[in-house]
């Protein structure tokens, strides 16, 4: 009987077999896996809300739990797993990743992070939190309500990071010649300037300043044009860059970059 007790324990030790009763220990029941998502786009790079958003990141890292896990990612036009998951006995490795991030010029969207989210968290894991930092920018929501939903199972937090009173801020829509005037550039700025304040619209046209135009000090409008006449560009193709100054809290905004390609008109 010993022996045939013995064949029988090395067939199964090679067959490894599963066991239907087999459960997972009591301390993977109440773990819970922390995905720290960072808002990465440019509104993050005004004012303080990006040392604020680096803050909230670290004290959800304090906050875990003995059996909890740890999971950084960064969300612009792009999702990147940072670190993890890792276990709270190795969340040194996390606090050591913030400190590689920061801020690009990129835009997000949350309907595409929200979408992509069971491929980077996975579908075989604990009970989960999503914690999204950001600085909830209108310009980021999706056209489609329902894509703002979280994977099955997955619990949203919004980790509010932007100001109460958000800094006022213009910036350079765009650039292009006008449709009234074949010599005239039309420059279209957004954004509000703060109350008081003179911002200049400076203009340039393959390196060389070809004109500067003051604009409105009134805060409350949102959307301004300006056209700058009598440029003549020339035939072919030209490099036009257009300068806000002074700078705001935004500065990364203030310029915009173009080419235009101007063609002579002809007689029909």
Do not use: C
């Amino acid at each position: 009987a010993l022996r045939i007790a013995l064949l029988l324990l090395l067939v199964f030790a090679f067959a490894q077999p599963m066991l239907p009763w087999r459960t997972p220990p009591l301390e993977a029941r109440d773990r819970t896996l922390h995905v720290m998502v960072l808002d990465t786009s440019l509104s993050m790079q005004q004012g303080q809300r990006w040392e604020r958003a680096l803050e909230k990141a670290r004290e959800l890292i304090d906050a875990m739990k003995p059996a909890d896990q740890g999971m950084i990612v960064t969300a612009d036009s792009r999702i990147r797993v940072v670190r993890g998951p890792v276990n709270q006995s190795a969340v040194e490795e996390l606090r050591t990743a913030l400190t590689s991030l920061k801020p690009t010029a990129a835009r997000l969207d949350y309907g595409m992070l929200m979408t992509s989210a069971p491929s980077w968290i996975g579908t075989e894991r604990p009970a989960t939190q999503l914690h999204l930092i950001t600085d909830l920018q209108q310009s980021a929501t999706p056209l489609q309500f329902a894509d703002l939903e979280p994977p099955e199972g997955v619990k949203l937090v919004l980790e509010d990071i932007g100001e109460t009173a958000p800094a006022a801020n213009q910036w350079v829509k765009s650039v292009g010649p006008s449709g009234r005037d074949s010599a005239a550039l039309d420059v279209q700025v957004g954004g509000a300037a703060p109350a008081g304040t003179a911002r200049t619209v400076a203009v340039s046209i393959d390196g060389k300043e070809r004109g500067r135009q003051t604009l409105s000090s009134n805060a409350a409008a949102l959307d301004g044009r300006v056209t700058f006449s009598g440029i003549d560009l020339g035939a072919g193709t030209h490099r036009v860059n257009v300068l806000l100054e002074p700078s705001d809290s935004l500065p990364q905004d203030d310029q915009f970059h173009a080419v235009i390609e101007h063609r002579e008109p002809h007689a029909l």
